[in-house]
């Protein structure tokens, strides 16, 4: 399968363009987003900005919409790619997920292998479903050196109709020094974001 070369190792270009629109970096202020035309709704530590970049895979040209917000050393965001009708079942959903993994991560260097698992996401809604995700915990230096912690997910969701809706779900960390994952992830911002992200 020829896939085209995408940006997806940009991610911190794409979230550092997202960051100037907002030049201060406000404490913790909780709030439930929902974004009706992406269909899902987050726990955001502060009001976050938008952007899109489009995603070529396979032949066919995709536009990913990233909502993020920053607080104190952490960048919290969730990516959303639509998968139209015309298209979804002649689409490798699979392979395009997979594609994401490997982009994602190769965004920290000098990192030990992921840790990787199975989470299950729930819809919002009284009526909620239960949506299988894969989470990923690395650690790794950033472009600008400095030693990161990324964590994330990726879940899809196929509507009757046929399309696809694709969430990526991230928390990027500046860290100080060799700290365990466990550890890091034990807090209550991680525990508030990821907890908090429900699809339509």
């Known amino acids: 399968m020829q896939i085209k070369q995408i940006m997806l190792r940009n991610l911190f270009i794409i979230l550092g363009l997202l960051l100037t629109v907002s030049a201060c970096s406000p404490t913790l202020d909780w709030r439930t987003?929902?974004?009706?035309?992406?269909?899902?709704?987050?726990?955001?530590?502060?009001?976050?900005?938008r952007a899109e970049k489009s995603v070529m895979f396979?032949?066919?040209?995709?536009?990913?919409?990233?909502?993020?917000?920053?607080?104190?050393?952490?960048l919290y965001a969730v990516g959303v790619i639509n998968i139209p009708k015309d298209i979804s079942q002649k689409f490798d959903a699979n392979g395009f997920i997979k594609y994401l993994q490997t982009g994602m991560l190769s965004n920290l260097k000098n990192s030990p292998a992921p840790i990787?698992?199975?989470v299950t996401i729930k819809t919002a809604g009284q009526s909620s479903i239960d949506l299988s995700a894969k989470e990923f915990l690395i650690q790794g230096d950033g472009p600008d050196a400095k030693k990161r912690l990324l964590r994330f997910r990726i879940v899809q969701r196929q509507f009757p109709d046929g399309q696809i809706q694709i969430y990526q779900?991230?928390?990027?960390?500046?860290?100080?020094?060799?700290?365990?994952?466990?550890?890091?992830?034990?807090?209550?911002?991680h525990e508030m974001f990821f907890s908090g992200f429900k699809p339509y």
């Open 58 to 74: 396979d032949g066919h040209k995709l536009t990913m919409t990233i909502e993020a917000s920053k607080v104190e050393n952490s």
């Open 116 to 118: 990787e698992k199975t």
């Open 169 to 189: 779900q991230s928390l990027l960390q500046t860290i100080g020094g060799e700290v365990p994952l466990e550890k890091l992830i034990q807090t209550d911002a």
């Open 33 to 49: 987003v929902r974004s009706d035309d992406l269909l899902y709704e987050a726990l955001y530590p502060g009001k976050p900005s």
